[in-house]
């Protein structure tokens, strides 16, 4: 059997497309997907094409752009995430410098044509703040998604503070362009329970799916190992999506290891829909408890599917 025969059945809650962590899969207009995500050796960016998600997982991956010698977008690519707005084509992802590998902060590609796969990619540098603004991205920040609603565009991104070990909060802001902010930065959520705060105290990662008239908000917390989880927040669409008060956190996480699965670590996930239209989460997992030598660079995270079930109260439910 041909590793094209072996994919005629999309499996879930195992390896789909291994060593790709932060997963991030778009379904276009057209009804084709695309899937992008940071490559283990952080060195560029690269997407592949498909009419299904099962064939994302055979498709050839072209490398769309690659990393500068020294400066600024040198080192650490990581999470990028394909978005069309305004009908162009985005990238947004994070870098580092060659000379300051954790000066980590939010970047902006720009497609000049209508195919993200072959036409140029041109830098539109780093996501810029608001006019007023004197705190977003100033320190370390990354994992930038976009989303929309009533005709506003969002961003939401993880950023630390403090000094010493930092902690990484989420903040959102409304945009003014796809480049640039327009509102000062908001608080979204903080490591506050104990499931947030195993080795690293983290929220990260953010990832948006809107149904049922809520906003559904993931998010990853904790060290990269097998204590990486998923949490969640949640507000109503009418509400003002700028307004931390508005929005609910889930006091537990809604995804964790899964001994049982052989799922360790899942997180940093992204949202699609299969070709029937099931709401379908795309997440990062490892298939191993003990990670060798250092975990960031260790290349098996493993981007997996999974089929998202809605309870009666409209909310997803992800189980491994």
Known sequence: MNKSENMKTLKY??????????????????GTYYFTAS??????IAIRKADSLKNLAIAEETMVWKKHDHGPMSCNIWAPELHYIDHKWYIYFAAGEAEDIWKIRPYVLECVGQDPVMDPWIERGMMQSADDDEFSFRAFSLDATVFQNKGKKYIVWA??????KQISNLYIAEME??????TVQVLLTTPDYDWERKGYWVNEGPAVIHKNGKIFL???????????CVGMLCIDENDDILDP????????????????SGI??????????DEEGNDIMV?????ETEIEGNPLYNPNRHAMLMKIEWNDMGEPVFQL
């Open 159 to 164: 950023e630390k503070v403090g000094v010493g």
């Open 264 to 273: 360790y670590g899942p997180g940093h996930n992204s949202f699609t829909t």
């Open 39 to 44: 490559l283990p050796e952080y060195h560029g």
């Open 245 to 260: 008060g508005r929005w609910k956190k889930r006091r537990y996480p809604v995804l964790k290891s899964h001994e049982k």
């Open 218 to 228: 993931t998010y990853s917390a904790s060290e990269t190992g097998i204590d990486y």
């Open 283 to 287: 997440f990062h997992a490892r298939t």
């Open 13 to 30: 809650n195992e390896v789909w497309i291994a060593q790709r962590a932060d997963p991030y899969v778009y379904r276009h207009n057209d």
């Open 177 to 182: 362009s796809p480049t640039k902010l327009k």
